[in-house]
């Protein structure tokens, strides 16, 4: 079974618009962090923002925030007020275990977002 | 912030020839650095993670003897793509954790790969 899914793989948003990219895991584990990355063209990987599992509030950072439904295994990020510069692949990852610093991360396959203008 | 830096960006290669690539951690130490592999339009897969001071481990289908790992210091790690074959061509791209704590996973900005 895939650990992470995102079902969305293209996703188009007129800019200033709120997008939310979805993104569920399934894991056993019941220690866990969740994260999403962007990635431009340029191929560097972007940290967004992060989510431990035993976090009681969901994350925000800025125009970013994650939307965990634990009991869903959801992990939707939303992106508020959208903007061009928004436009890349974002993909979610999952850390199984507690971070001791050296657990890798697994990626869904991405969801390719464009903002029109 | 913390910066990793990945040389080269790109190269070409021709098919046989080993080619080397550099993952340095510039402002933090990391013992643990991740190997990624990215075909277009895909997503990410670990090849393997690095320990400094001790052999990587590889996950499951990564021939070890292809792609030559060595950690050598707490802020450099390098993947050596050897004998590559036009089946190798690809993106890597490296990421490292601060050893000082922190979720983030710091990235590389990715090595394209083209041999032919």
């Known amino acids: 079974a895939q650990k992470i899914t995102q079902t969305q793989p293209g996703m188009f948003v007129q800019e200033k618009e709120a997008v939310t990219l979805d993104c569920t895991y399934d894991t056993s584990d019941p220690s866990y962090g969740l994260f999403w990355y962007k990635q431009p063209s340029s191929g560097e990987m972007i940290f967004l923002i992060y989510?431990?599992?035993?976090?009681?509030q969901n994350a925000t950072e800025g125009r970013y925030s994650l939307n965990f439904q634990k009991a869903r295994k959801s992990a939707n990020l939303v992106i508020s007020a959208s903007q061009l510069g928004d436009s890349a692949m974002y993909f979610c990852a999952m850390r199984e275990g507690p971070n001791f610093g050296n657990e890798k991360l697994t990626f869904g396959t991405g969801t390719r977002l464009t903002i029109i203008p | 912030g913390a910066v990793v830096s990945q040389h080269p960006s790109w190269v070409i290669c021709k098919s046989g020839t080993s080619v080397k690539i550099e993952c340095r951690s510039l402002?933090?130490?990391?013992?643990?650095m991740f190997w990624y592999r990215q075909f277009p339009k895909q997503s990410l897969m670990l090849m393997a993670t690095?320990?400094?001071?001790?052999?990587?481990?590889?996950e499951q289908g990564v021939e070890k003897d292809k792609f030559l790992i060595n950690h050598a210091s707490l802020t450099l790690s390098t993947l050596t793509v050897t004998s590559a074959h036009p089946e190798d061509s690809s993106f890597y791209i490296c990421s490292a954790r601060n050893a000082g704590g922190g979720e983030k996973l710091f990235f590389g900005s990715g090595t394209q790969l083209s041999v032919l």
């Open positions: 989510q431990g599992s035993y976090d009681q």
């Open positions: 402002d933090f130490q990391a013992t643990t």
């Open positions: 690095s320990n400094e001071g001790s052999k990587a481990t590889y």
